[in-house]
């Protein structure tokens, strides 16, 4: 590549305050990665109610014709039901076909109250489960019925199963955990755990992933697990809404969701996200932690080629949190988000 | 009630361990309480393998006709698809319309992993949600694909409204936390979110619930708060799914499942169900923790009027645990389900 065009989806709440630390942390990485530009996009609830939609057309557009990769801040929920409203995160992931929600976490020394000994990546299927949003209301004899449709394919079951296996594999423990819930939904999860299982049986993969060691948990238990022994753990791949708060419960492990970083990836385009929310409660101040979207933008990265580029960010954050003496309030700390920042890209 | 009929479903693995320790308990309550006769019936995995039905209609019929409540044991799950299964304790629930599974957590001071300050209830929706087991499976252009329908009615979402709003005013704090996900489902997500929201606007509720407040959460983000600060919760109302995982989240907060009681409840029937498993890992060895079956006992009793019984139940379960000398290995002891039995009706 010649140059990179990175599409900036800030959207709303500390998404705004988190995104600008994380292109000062690319930016920070010099002439070691091709000469960066950076699109700033559309998106986002408080957009929606400015103009009645939440992820304009041109966005999309814009991504799949002019983007090498994309960063998403965070968007707000509405506090109330709003007609036509539909969140932009969950439209782009299906929209640019990402399929996987990568999402590591790794307890750092920092944090007191992290448990020691996180070491794991919630591997999240991205496009279908309770997500396809296929809901209807009916009014029966006893008053409003409200259906929605969970789809769990072959197709997507597979391909993030593929991914969870070769992920697996790279990792020093070669362990990965499939969870369902198939003592209720055995057709859905059956046909989610089966595919997943088979993974090794594809034609083609010639015993690849005879190293790989393969669990299983429900997903209740696997939640009770996680704060009991989050040391089981190595690949946890997971239906769309399991993933969603698996990934939430880990990050509580490490300390901070101001910590955990997530890209959804595709075939042919990755987009960085932190896992955490738009946190209205302390927009606006500055005291957002910004390492999250630091680290999702170092995960990018890597997927589009800049192993280097992305072991430099990750290094930097990694010694600021070892350090302990920068860190925004959420890890104990007094320092605000453009500090952290600036700590961060100093040591890039 | 001159008489008392308890329905005795043991069903798998250490649900047949732990139901014993829960007659001795209430058989120790000696004549204060009616005389008691227990009536032993059969559901269950294993009597699923042997007979191909895993809840048997004689069963059901006993329970609606002769017994005044009831208590479960722990049901094991099939490792692969197994053609005609369905989960006894999940049909039972429907079958005899337990609508509310009532799952008190509470910290106690003998855990030194269990965190302080949990006092909690999960109110979890006993009967919809994807329980409903609605599933298909078609096969289209890349393969199989299967669908489940996620059920949530107005009825049933104001019924399990009504009864957290009770639950709530009856204790200290009167706080309520409605659990939903209605950013990502907004039609059934959100018809549970306003149903129970509107439940203090009812007709002839006249104020009654004024001193209740009320919040929500993300079931993600709740789960993420439920590990972080816990002492934020009071009681906790959720869809079914939400529910399950969020009282297995709770219960890894104080120390073990085996100490997590719940009663499924409907309107004319109670059935105490501990809400751990069968762990089939630990089963057959006498290791079992049997207070969460025997606080499970005390809060059937007390739903049907024998407050005094079960506040003596748990106070016999509360000191054995304060003492902490006479504990299953989950809890960090060496002592067997038998002595610890033997303990708590030695103190009731
Ligand atoms: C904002 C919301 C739709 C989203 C999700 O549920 O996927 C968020 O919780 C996440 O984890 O990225
Ligand atoms: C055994 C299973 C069907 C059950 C459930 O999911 O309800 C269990 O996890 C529970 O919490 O009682």
Request: aromatic fraction near 4%; hydrophobic fraction near 40%; charged fraction near 25%.
């Amino acid at each position: 590549r010649q140059s990179l065009k990175i599409g900036m989806l800030p959207a709303d709440g500390i998404g705004r305050e988190v995104l600008p630390g994380a292109k000062a942390a690319i930016l920070a990485l010099g002439s070691s990665i091709p000469k960066t530009e950076f699109i700033d996009l559309l998106a986002g609830f408080e957009y929606f109610t400015k103009t009645g939609t939440a992820l304009p057309d041109e966005t999309v557009e814009i991504l799949k014709n002019e983007c090498d990769c994309a960063l998403f801040g965070a968007v707000s929920s509405p506090s109330r039901k709003v007609t036509g409203y539909s969140s932009p995160i969950v439209a782009l992931r299906k929209k640019m076909d990402l399929y996987a929600n990568i999402r590591p976490v790794k307890s750092v020394s920092v944090n007191p109250e992290g448990k020691p000994g996180v070491d794991l990546v919630v591997i999240r299927e991205n496009t279908e489960c309770l997500y396809v949003k296929q809901e209807t209301q009916t009014v029966g004899e006893h008053g409003k019925e409200a259906r929605a449709t969970r789809l769990i394919t072959e197709r997507a079951s597979r391909r993030i199963g593929e991914l969870a296996f070769k992920m697996a594999l790279e990792r020093p423990r070669k362990h990965l955990t499939v969870i369902h819930k198939s003592n209720v939904l055995s057709i859905t999860d059956g046909l989610f755990r089966e595919t997943v299982r088979a993974v090794p049986t594809l034609p083609g993969v010639d015993g690849k992933y005879d190293d790989v060691t393969v669990a299983e948990q429900l997903v209740d238990s696997a939640v009770y697990r996680l704060f009991r022994e989050p040391e089981i753990y190595d690949v946890m791949v997971a239906p769309n809404l399991y993933g969603d708060i698996l990934s939430d419960a880990a990050a509580a492990l490490v300390g901070s969701l101001g910590l955990v970083p997530s890209v959804n990836a595709g075939d042919s385009f990755v987009m960085g996200e932190p896992v955490h929310g738009s946190a209205p409660d302390i927009a606006g101040q500055n005291i957002a932690n910004p390492l999250a979207a630091i680290r999702s933008a170092a995960m990018m990265l890597r997927h589009i080629g800049y192993g280097d580029g992305a072991n430099r960010i990750e290094r930097a954050v990694d010694s600021v949190l070892r350090e302990g003496k920068i860190l925004t309030p959420d890890l104990g700390g007094k320092s605000k988000t453009s500090e952290v920042v600036d700590e961060v890209t100093k040591r890039i």
